[in-house]
């Protein structure tokens, strides 16, 4: 196996990511413990409420799949405070 494969199997715990911090500030449970890769997604849950966070390589982006819309990640905590709670 090259080193570009192996790579690709790293594993990343979601609270080494910079969504974690946001989205637990605001009560967020992370769903997704491990991501794997480098591009990987973790769902987050507060009640009904589920949000998605994309990161990796050129990856850093959220999409909200309850109240609808998504960005970036500096856009993310403007987001949860208009309407993630």
Known sequence: MDGFTEADKKEHKVEDQWHYPILTKYGFIAI???GIGFVR???YMKGE???VCTT???A???RDKT????GY???LEKHLIL???
Do not use: L, Q
């Open 32 to 34: 997704t413990k491990i």
């Open 41 to 43: 997604s973790y769902t």
């Open 49 to 51: 409420h589920e949000i």
């Open 56 to 58: 990796g390589c050129s």
């Open 60 to 62: 850093d982006y959220w």
């Open 67 to 70: 109240k609808g819309g998504g």
């Open 73 to 75: 990640w500096g856009e």
């Open 83 to 85: 309407f993630g709670n």
